[in-house]
């Protein structure tokens, strides 16, 4: 916590990392506290990424997050891993302790279920099938928070169908792998839909999903946050589903990152999504 003789630090490790909002996200929580510290940004290249985990300690930093191309290599480099960083298979955030070890864990899951919960605070898993478009990183950590709060029944469908099978492999049932050929089909009777590719990302075309057999009681979400409002999020407000976009995913994994850093716990209010969103425009 604060002190007269401490300036916290934070930061997020990755490469390339100048697109990243964390910042933004991090900085304004130290001035609306009255904390002294910052959160930069830390341009680690793949091979430098062990040296700048040791670094972490010595330099006085509380912790950082881990972003891509790290988040799985982290996960051997920390000295402890809890058991939702193992499951998922990657660590999305470093903690410094007393001692300088460095424990990990892995904040996205709790990003994804906590936006949910404040934008559609009646939301259960286990309303019914939920389909998953992708099996990578944010997948994973989607499928695990699913999984974990009671879901029976999670469709993991995959451009690469190998990576889809190997999830379901792993995680056992309720999960099951679907070709991307069946992708249209398998909305039948979803009563969620969530998109953890990169497609619909700024740069990107928009993801390949035709929605007409979703039920239109679904709920839709979008991992994806650059834009906000992805061309999947507003074909589904169009035809009448409720949606959920990305960008309170990271805003939330930052309430457990600063519980763990600094000891006090950020309410993720409008004000801070707003001035995070103006980045984003
Ligand atoms: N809101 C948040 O806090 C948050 C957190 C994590 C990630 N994200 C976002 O989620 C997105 C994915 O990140 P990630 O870490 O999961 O990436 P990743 O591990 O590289 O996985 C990418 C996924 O996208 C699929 N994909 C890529 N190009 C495709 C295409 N042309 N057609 C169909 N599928 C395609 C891949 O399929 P294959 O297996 O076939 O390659 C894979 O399933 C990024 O936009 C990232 O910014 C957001």
């Keep these: 916590m604060s002190s007269p003789d401490r300036f916290l630090l934070a930061g997020v490790m990755g490469w390339p990392v100048m697109q990243s909002r964390s910042p933004t996200l991090h900085n304004y929580l130290f001035a609306r506290y009255g904390l002294a510290g910052t959160y930069v940004l830390l341009a680690i ?17 509380s912790g950082c ?15 402890t891993a809890d058991p939702v960083a193992q499951r998922i298979g990657a660590i999305s955030c470093v903690v410094v302790r007393p001692d300088g070890s460095l424990a990990g864990t892995n904040n996205d899951a709790f990003g994804f279920v906590h936006n949910i919960l404040q934008q559609q605070p009646d939301w259960r898993a286990d309303r019914g099938p939920i389909a998953v ?16 709060r009671g879901a029976r029944e999670i469709r993991v469908i995959n ?4 990576r889809a099978e190997a999830l379901a492999r792993e995680f056992g ?4 792998a679907v070709a991307w ?18 497609q619909g990302m700024v740069g990107q075309p928009p993801l390949d999903l035709a929605l007409d057999t979703l ?29 959920v976009d990305g960008l309170g ?29 103006a980045t984003l425009i």
């Design 45 to 61: 290249e793949p091979a430098g990424l062990e040296a700048a985990f040791r670094a972490l300690a010595p330099l006085g930093f």
């Design 173 to 176: 049932p309720p999960v099951t």
């Design 215 to 243: 039920p239109q009681s679904a709920l839709v979400c979008d991992i994806v946050y650059v834009p906000v409002e992805t061309p999947l999020l507003a074909a589904a407000r169009r035809r009448g589903n409720r949606t």
């Design 65 to 79: 997050n881990v972003t891509i191309p790290h988040k799985e290599r982290a996960l051997a480099l920390v000295d």
């Design 181 to 198: 050929k069946e992708r249209h089909r398998a909305l039948e009777g979803a009563a969620m839909l969530v998109n953890t590719t990169s």
């Design 133 to 148: 478009i992708g099996a990578g990183g944010g997948a994973r950590a989607v499928v695990y928070s699913m999984a974990d």
């Design 159 to 162: 451009r690469t169908l190998a």
């Design 249 to 277: 995913m990271l805003l939330h994994q930052a309430r457990p990152a600063w519980h763990a850093w600094f000891g006090l716990e950020p309410a993720i209010t409008p004000e801070l999504r707003a001035v995070v969103e």
